[in-house]
């Protein structure tokens, strides 16, 4: 077992624990679209944004500088989050703990499926995961970071106690 892999998991469980809402509206979403963006003007990046509840988009931004291949990575993280109800982050550190890819564990071709840090699902507490929030265009722990931030925000929950610690290798 790696150690780092199983505290990460740890935190990405109490994320996605912590991070659940009350309610979530369109305006919530569109809200939510924005921090995100601000977030990450802030740090002089660029991302696509999307916000979705399964099929039913609510709001998406690509942002300067980013291209079509963003928009495919969203796709393939929100289908992992959708499969597995859990961030695609997590499940890419259950598959690289396990060393085995999506299409070896559970049949999912690679190119519809990405187990890649950046998809988050969106959760009422009490209930099941209702959709994804997912960002792509900085590395993939960057990209989970960057939402779990806004959220951490959003729901009042202190960042410190939700924030992953620095990567200790540049494939995460």
Known sequence: MNSSIDTDLALLALQEEQLQFDTFSLDTAWQLGMRLKEAVEARGKSVAIDIQLFGHPLFFYAMPGTTPDNIDWIRRKRNVVER????????????????????EQAGLPLRDNAAAGGGFPIRLRGSSCIGAITISGVPMREDHGIIVEVLSAWLNKPISELALPPAENMDD
């Open 84 to 103: 597995f109800h859990q961030s695609s982050y997590a499940i890419r550190l259950r598959m690289k703990e396990k060393q085995i890819t999506l299409t």
